[in-house]
């Protein structure tokens, strides 16, 4: 009688198997309604080549990088709310322009919707070789995802996941040699002694205010890379 109630369980044993199986996590956008305004916006751009682009999320999106850097034809590609899976779909405008240079930031919302460290480092990587593979003439330059800080006030909770950050960016750089990237560590520039984003460099925890961004391209100049 034991070994027949044990039968009967095991269809269930095998669904529950089933279901771990899947993929438990969604994958799209924080903000779906934004992705195509800003869609819309990049389609009425003149396709001009040999552009450099800063092609990321909403940390992208804020930035005024021709002013930052101090050249007018930088093309800004950020989207508020991407996550990598958006950015696949959206990357023939990023390779349609041949870019002299690309940086990628990508990531934190990918970490916000708990899609597993590894799937992210993958999907840059898939990213990367899409690019190379359309536009072989590009250099890439991969940037480390940056700190939090959910000590300051308003940070939203579900991107309280600081291990997931530092774990991403430990596969992005050991995706180095496989993706044929530049990896660039911009987490050091402002993290605090506690392993935080300084607080001085952010509204909310999150996103970065404008004087971050001049730090941040004085050092991609510093190295070489603009």
């Known amino acids: 009688m034991k ?11 095998a669904g529950a198997q089933s279901v771990t199986n899947q993929r438990l996590y969604d994958t799209i956008p924080f903000i779906p309604e934004h992705t195509p305004q800003r869609l819309a916006l990049f389609a009425k751009e003149p396709v001009i080549t040999g552009r450099i682009i800063f092609l990321g999320n909403s940390i992208t999106e804020m930035g005024n990088w021709k002013k930052a850097t101090g050249d007018t034809t930088v093309v800004n590609r950020g989207i508020g709310g991407d996550i990598t899976y958006g950015v696949l779909k959206r990357l023939k ?3 349609d322009r041949q870019p002299s240079k690309l940086f990628i930031l990508l990531g934190i919302n990918d970490i916000g919707k708990d899609i597993p460290d590894a799937v992210i480092a993958d999907n840059i990587l898939k990213i990367v070789n ?3 593979s359309k536009c072989p003439g590009t250099k890439i330059y991969v940037e480390s995802i940056l700190p939090l800080n959910p000590t300051i006030q308003n940070f939203p909770q579900h991107y309280d996941k600081e291990e997931h950050v530092l774990a991403v960016n430990k596969l992005l750089k050991a995706n180095v040699s496989k993706g044929g990237y530049t990896f660039v ?6 993290v605090d002694p506690e392993g935080r984003l300084k607080s001085e460099y952010t509204y909310e925890g999150l996103h970065l205010k404008p004087p971050a961004y001049d730090v941040w391209v004085a050092y991609l100049k510093q190295r070489g890379y603009l």
């Open 93 to 95: 405008d990023v390779t």
């Open 130 to 132: 899409e690019v190379h």
């Open 3 to 13: 070994y027949f109630f044990l039968l009967l369980l095991l269809p269930l044993f």
């Open 185 to 190: 560590d911009i987490f050091h520039l402002f």
